[in-house]
């Protein structure tokens, strides 16, 4: 009698194990596999080539839905919208490429799962606004002068702007602004170039905040205008490598005026207080022996302000939750 319950109970073991294999195919078969299949052009005479889910109105070429291919635009004076659609990779490759392009912007698209967002090699004059990136490299500038980065939310990344070219000199004149810049494993942005901007990004918990490069045997890295960003959290603010054979590296961080705002500033100047209520603390905040911040800026709200407002939203936010659950009326 046991040796029949034993072959019964095989049998159902084995029928659910046939099912679970089965229901498992099914799904599979049903489910697409986000891969990029092929590389979209927009051709210098203007046409697209390779979708139809981007309409074209003059120079302007908007999203109509999303999209899992990489884009080349081979066109100057050309308007990319994403519309706020996703651009979506494989994980590999560049989701949007400029080469040698000029007058471009890219504005409005959500750029994930590739091995970099944007990509610029040897562009000059372009705008790169609005746009939310989670990919390896956010956006990468190589030997590309003159451009506009602002407004994109990059994150979960491990670099999330990189400026680099040729050992004789990188890129320069680039503006950096407005960014939030976060989460990214490695840099938050590096520079290997000159005479670029970096104004008013939040820079916040990666692994340096901004890497200032400059490569053995190559130019130094100098000349930066970095000021009125906020480097929150960073493993390492701030990171200054300076190469064999590399003159000293030395950049501006503040505009006379107002410098950055540092979380571990008053970690690192206990002693220090503001001048006469301007937002400005009275102890430059020191990177290295080449550079320093003469006028690192005071949080807006001090730190037991900032906690004061948040037990009055607490306790406002418990009384309303309070009342309703009792069915107090709130006047």
Not at 193 to 201: E, F, P, Q, R
Not at 243 to 269: A, H, K, L, Q, T
Request: hydrophobic share 35%.
């Amino acid at each position: 009698m046991h040796s029949s319950i034993l072959i019964e109970l095989k049998k159902i073991v084995l029928l659910a194990f046939v099912f679970l294999l089965f229901s498992t195919a099914v799904v599979i078969g049903f489910v697409r596999p986000v891969v990029a299949e092929e590389t979209i052009y927009i051709r210098p005479d203007g046409t697209v080539e390779g979708t139809d889910e981007i309409q074209r109105d003059g120079n302007i070429y908007t999203f109509t839905d999303n999209i899992f291919d990489s884009i080349v635009v081979e066109r100057n004076n050309t308007i990319v919208d994403g519309a706020g659609y996703t651009l979506q990779g494989p994980g590999s490759g560049s989701g949007i490429t400029l080469s040698g392009r000029s007058n471009v912007t890219i504005k409005n698209t959500r750029i994930k799962a590739f091995t970099c967002g944007l990509d610029l090699d040897s562009s000059s004059g372009n705008n790169i606004s609005g746009n939310d990136i989670i990919t390896w490299i956010g956006i990468s500038l190589d030997s590309s002068n003159g451009n506009i980065i602002t407004a994109n939310n990059i994150t979960k990344a491990r670099d999330g702007i990189v400026l680099y070219g040729p050992m004789a000199g990188g890129p320069t004149h680039n503006v950096i602004s407005g960014n939030y810049i976060a989460n990214n494993s490695r840099h938050g942005i590096m520079i290997h170039g000159s005479s670029n901007t970096v104004l008013g990004n939040y820079i916040a918990n990666n692994g340096n905040g901004t890497h200032i490069f400059s490569p053995p045997w190559g130019v130094a890295s100098s000349n930066n205008l970095i000021y009125n960003n906020s480097y929150v959290n960073n493993t390492r603010q701030i990171l200054i490598f300076k190469g064999f054979m590399v003159p000293v590296s030395i950049n501006i961080w503040d505009n006379g005026v107002e410098g950055n705002y540092w979380s571990d500033y008053e970690e690192r100047y206990p002693n220090a207080t503001e001048i006469d209520g301007s937002g400005i603390w009275d102890t430059p905040y020191v990177i290295d022996e080449n550079n320093q911040d003469n006028y690192p800026l005071v949080p807006e709200f001090p730190t037991c302000t900032a906690t004061l407002l948040i037990l009055i939203v607490l306790t406002v936010a418990i009384v309303i939750y309070k009342r309703r659950q009792l069915k107090i009326p709130i006047y």
